[in-house]
């Protein structure tokens, strides 16, 4: 729960904000290649068939952001990227078999389904008693490691950007 | 000299085979563990997959060379096939979903589409399939844009999306400026959006 201004407002501009895990990505092992779930290959049959890996390494890290979850029960996880689905055939023929898979071979209990933002937060909404923390500052200045600030937009040549 | 490039740009390539074959290998037996959690086995945890696309409103190349996908070279990214194949794939399967957020490319894309195709894209948004996150005409920074400039992308982007759908966006989605301000989210707040996701966050300030 982000508080923006509480000097002068209070909690009265509050938003509810979600931080997103891995950038905007896709779970890591996902994002080496661009797609990589397009290439999910479920023939066991073959030497390339790479279902089960892609499946655990999903699940593994649904499991590892759970703990960051507040009520620890509903999640979101992207699957996109930039300028990703311009074969949206090969990426939805990918996920359905991933989520397909995930669900029905379960080493814990998750179900994965196919979903957007709006009823994301819809379903955080029908949990009840949980508490988020509030939060009454900004994010300035961002910086990737300590040698990569992104802060260079604030000094320089500052009337060009009137 | 030119010898020695050929043979560094063949090392370099039978580098990516070699990673590739790993990966394969590594695809026939998970090697992973799932770590347990406290009180795993008393509930199921919701997942729910989110299908999006991140479109740079202008960034390696121009807005016009990313919807048509011109100068590959630059960058191997064609907008307009997105849609095009979204919307394809959307219909095929009504679990599935997409979210899409830049109003600038999607009112280049569907200003271009026939009545049939447009009332497809009415349907899945009606449906709930599609779902137009934010909606504003580019996703603005949050540092540099003036007040005045973030309330008029947003309200073209908007406007756009009211007078075609009758739909209003619900949810801020700022999942690539470099830093968060308060004076944004109070905007957001302002603008009636109910949540605000964004991603890029220092380290340190993370849990």
């Given at each position: 729960?982000?508080?923006?201004?509480?000097?002068?407002?209070?909690?009265?501009?509050?938003?509810?904000?979600?931080?997103?895990h891995?950038?905007?990505?896709?779970?890591?092992?996902?994002?080496?290649?661009?797609?990589?779930?397009d290439e999910?290959?479920?023939?066991?049959n073959y030497?390339?068939?790479?279902l089960?890996y892609?499946?655990?390494s999903?699940?593994?890290?649904v499991?590892?952001?759970a703990?960051?979850?507040p009520?620890?029960?509903?999640?979101?996880?992207?699957?996109?990227d930039d300028?990703?689905f311009?074969?949206a055939?090969?990426?939805?023929?990918?996920?359905?078999k991933?989520?397909?898979?995930?669900?029905?071979?379960q080493?814990?209990?998750?179900q994965?389904?196919?979903?957007?933002?709006?009823?994301?937060?819809?379903?955080?909404?029908?949990e009840?008693?949980?508490?988020y923390?509030v939060?009454k500052?900004?994010?300035?200045?961002?910086?990737?490691?300590?040698?990569r600030?992104?802060?260079?937009?604030f000094?320089?040549r500052?009337?060009?950007?009137? | 000299?030119?010898?020695?490039?050929?043979?560094?740009a063949?090392?370099?390539?039978?580098?990516k085979?070699?990673d590739?074959?790993?990966?394969?290998?590594?695809?026939?037996?998970?090697?992973?563990?799932?770590n347990?959690?406290?009180?795993?086995d008393?509930?199921t945890?919701?997942?729910?997959?989110?299908?999006?696309t991140?479109?740079?409103?202008?960034?390696?190349?121009?807005?016009?060379?990313?919807?048509?996908?011109a100068?590959?070279?630059?960058?191997?990214?064609?907008v307009a096939?997105?849609?095009d194949t979204v919307?394809?794939?959307l219909?095929?399967?009504?679990?599935?979903?997409?979210?899409?957020?830049?109003m600038?490319?999607?009112?280049?894309?569907?200003?271009?589409?026939?009545?049939?195709?447009?009332?497809?894209?009415?349907?899945?948004?009606?449906?709930?399939?599609l779902?137009i996150?934010?909606?504003?005409?580019?996703?603005?920074d949050?540092?540099?844009?003036?007040y005045?400039?973030?309330?008029?992308?947003?309200?073209?982007?908007h406007?756009?999306?009211?007078?075609?759908?009758?739909?209003?966006?619900?949810i801020g989605?700022m999942?690539?400026?470099?830093?968060h301000?308060?004076?944004?989210?109070?905007?957001?707040?302002?603008?009636?959006?109910?949540?605000?996701?964004?991603?890029?966050?220092?380290?340190?300030?993370?849990?």
């Open positions: 729960m982000w508080q923006p201004f509480t000097g002068n407002f209070g909690s009265q501009k509050q938003i509810l904000t979600h931080i997103l891995n950038n905007y990505g896709p779970p890591p092992d996902f994002s080496n290649e661009q797609n990589a779930w999910v290959i479920p023939y066991s030497l390339e068939y790479n089960d892609r499946c655990v999903l699940q593994t890290f499991n590892d952001i703990d960051s979850v009520n620890k029960r509903t999640m979101m996880v992207l699957f996109g300028f990703t311009q074969n055939f090969m990426s939805y023929r990918g996920l359905d991933l989520i397909d898979y995930c669900n029905k071979n080493k814990t209990n998750m994965f389904k196919y979903s957007t933002p709006g009823k994301y937060l819809d379903a955080l909404k029908l009840t008693g949980v508490e923390k939060v500052h900004d994010f300035f200045p961002y910086y990737q490691d300590r040698l600030f992104w802060s260079g937009f000094t320089s500052p009337d060009f950007k009137k | 000299m030119d010898k020695y490039n050929f043979i560094d063949h090392n370099r390539k039978m580098e085979v070699y590739h074959d790993e990966k394969v290998t590594k695809g026939r037996k998970p090697t992973k563990e799932l347990r959690r406290e009180n795993q008393k509930y945890l919701d997942v729910h997959i989110v299908p999006h991140h479109d740079d409103v202008g960034w390696l190349k121009t807005v016009e060379e990313y919807f048509t996908g100068k590959p070279g630059n960058a191997r990214a064609n096939l997105i849609l919307i394809n794939e219909q095929k399967d009504p679990k599935r979903t997409f979210t899409y957020v830049e600038k490319f999607f009112s280049m894309w569907y200003n271009e589409q026939d009545q049939k195709t447009k009332q497809i894209v009415k349907d899945l948004i009606k449906k709930g399939q779902e996150t934010m909606g504003g005409w580019s996703a603005t949050e540092a540099c844009p003036t005045e400039d973030i309330i008029l992308n947003m309200h073209m982007g406007d756009f999306l009211w007078n075609e759908f009758r739909v209003k966006p619900r989605w999942i690539d400026p470099f830093g301000s308060e004076g944004n989210a109070a905007l957001f707040s302002d603008f009636g959006f109910e949540a605000l996701f964004f991603s890029r966050m220092n380290l340190d300030m993370r849990d």
